[in-house]
């Protein structure tokens, strides 16, 4: 993956086509990417979006009909912002694997433990689910990402259940930090000796092959 995924909810236009309608549904995302940020998922009501975008409480049906389509297209924002991240970090696509490997697995650490109100959101299995703005098509190619990559370094193996399995280990590191529970069980202040041992779990030790 070279470039981000596009971002349907900034410019799909409204039935209505009028400026001031786009410009609503956006600022309603906007509001709602802001929300999940200082105050947790927990906080997304379509009344609290609303009251803070500056409409009426029903303004928001107009765009989304269902709650699940506006969370869906906040998670969105959250998959666009990991994808360009994801492409910043692996740059040149000639890089040796192993190496960007190594980074993508930080980027996927930093953007969950940054973002944890928007990490928790992207993940909703309902979300997932519903087909709202192809959520599965946004999230499946950062995964083919990791896939492709474990491919060049584990071509004896079958990459899919490796990327699989490595990423639920990431995404198990991500979770159990943000806890404090590993942090208390290692005494570890930093996540890199957890991702470096995740990677030599998975992919044998660096240098070994």
Known sequence: MTEPASDPER??????????DAGLRTRLVDVGVDLVR??????????EIARRAGVSHGAPRRHFPTHLELL??????????????VSA???????????????????????????SGMYELMFRHDLLESGHLRLRDTSLPLFGVL????????PDADARAVAAALWANLHG????????????????????????????AHLGPEGAR
């Open 11 to 20: 410019t799909a236009t409204p039935s209505s086509g009028t400026g001031s």
């Open 38 to 47: 200082q105050k947790g998922v927990g906080a997304l009501t379509l009344r």
């Open 72 to 85: 869906s297209a906040i998670a969105h924002r959250g998959f666009t912002d990991l994808a360009t991240r």
């Open 89 to 115: 970090a692996r740059g040149d696509d000639g890089a040796e694997p192993r190496g960007q490997l190594t980074a993508l697995g930080g980027v996927y650490l930093r953007f969950a433990l940054e973002n």
């Open 147 to 154: 896939v492709e990559l474990v491919g060049r370094v584990r």
């Open 173 to 200: 590191i991500a979770q159990l930090w943000r806890w404090g529970s590993l942090q208390l069980a290692t005494g570890a202040d930093d996540f890199g000796p957890l991702l470096r041992t995740a990677l030599d």
